[in-house]
């Protein structure tokens, strides 16, 4: 079963979020090993880094504004790839702050799921969601429509 880390800095303060996540890791159990690694916010974004890339393992794909957007399809065309070779994936959600440069130079990926901003705890569950869904795609269930 592949493994999936998902490193993000901060804490989900709000109950709500919290139980979003849970529910997307219950339903990721399926498919792969989903581990979450809570970092904290530090003083700068590059103390912040040094702790991302010692937790970073794998195909590394971090979240930026910057980044290539893609469709739910190609996203899930993404990841069968990468399980098909038997990589382990590692996604990267910075701070409220954004990400230090060695962080998005280390990651393989720099992936963007809009132009818009949106707060780093809602993005949380949104690529929880998105990794469930891209699962759905390859499996071919009815989720996406």
Partial sequence: MVRITFVCVGKLKEAYW???????????????????????????????AEDILRACRGYVIALAVEGKQCSSEAFADKIKALCDR??????????????YGSVKSAAKELLSFS?????????RVVLLEQVYRAFMIIGGAEYHK
């Fill in 18 to 48: 919290r139980d979003a996540v849970r529910e997307y890791e219950k339903r990721l159990s399926r498919f792969c090993k989903a581990e979450i690694k809570e970092l904290p916010e530090r003083a700068s974004l590059k103390d912040e």
């Fill in 86 to 99: 038997g990589e382990e994936i590692t996604f990267v959600i910075g701070s409220s702050c954004g990400l």
């Fill in 115 to 123: 132009q818009l901003t949106f707060p780093h705890q809602m993005m």
